[in-house]
């Protein structure tokens, strides 16, 4: 079955360390997303990819960075800049073109102990 | 980027029906779509509306006025199950997929 997997479902990290959440989909689309959700807030943007090898920053990218070496992969590392890491975070992709729903990973639930 | 916004919370009683509004910035406004999120999960689409009027699929309806920069979700004959935050999201021109989200509107769903 087609769809878009994230791993690990939680994640704990201490202060001060590098982590990197999964991201993987068999949907063969090209774009892809990395959103932040907290609580009474909607989701927020990071990064976003629209092909290959080629990303660019959304809202809050900051202490944050991406890679896109392959259509299928849009691993997100949270960096220990980021000052406030602890959130639920959703990747999603989308076919290219415009008014194509996104499909949405199950989330990675990052705590920082 | 779009100004998403929603109310925050809504209560209704099993079997009633019940009006999520959403308003956002009309400027490069590409498309506006609906998805519903229960706890701790990932959301799951719900409508698109690029274009004036109602969309209808089963008991779920979306509405868009794009010149009052207007939508709403309307959701027919509850039921518990469709307690959930549902999220408003706007799509800009030249950006492709790429989403604003309001916050969301938690239903609670009550007998």
């Known amino acids: 079955d087609g769809g878009i997997t994230q791993s690990p479902k939680y994640l704990f990290r201490k202060e001060g360390q590098n982590v990197t959440l999964s991201c993987e989909q068999n949907?063969?689309?090209?774009?892809m997303y990395w959103y932040r959700q907290d609580p009474g807030q909607g989701l927020r943007l990071i990064y976003y990819s629209q092909i290959v090898n080629d990303f660019q920053k959304g809202d809050i990218a900051e202490g944050y960075s991406v890679s896109r070496e392959k259509k299928e992969s849009f691993p997100l590392t949270v960096t220990s800049a980021q000052k406030n890491p602890t959130a639920f975070y959703l990747c999603?992709?989308?076919?290219?073109?415009?008014?194509?729903?996104?499909?949405f990973g199950q989330g990675t639930r990052l705590t920082v102990v | 980027g779009q100004n998403i916004d929603q109310p925050t919370e809504m209560t209704a009683t099993e079997g009633a029906i019940v009006q999520i509004n959403c308003t956002y910035q009309?400027?490069?406004?590409?498309?506006l779509f609906w998805y519903q999120q229960h706890a701790g999960e990932a959301p799951t689409f719900l409508s698109y509306n690029v274009l004036d009027g109602l969309e209808e699929k089963g008991r779920f309806s979306s509405f868009l006025s794009r010149s009052k920069g207007y939508s709403y979700l309307l959701l027919k004959e509850l039921q518990m199950k469709d307690s959930a935050s549902y999220l408003c999201a706007g799509a800009v021109t030249g950006g492709g997929n790429k989403l604003t989200f309001g916050t969301g509107t938690q239903l609670k769903v009550e007998l």
């Open positions: 999603a992709s989308t076919d290219q073109g415009g008014g194509t729903e996104a499909f």
């Open positions: 009309t400027s490069g406004f590409n498309g």
């Open positions: 949907l063969n689309h090209d774009a």
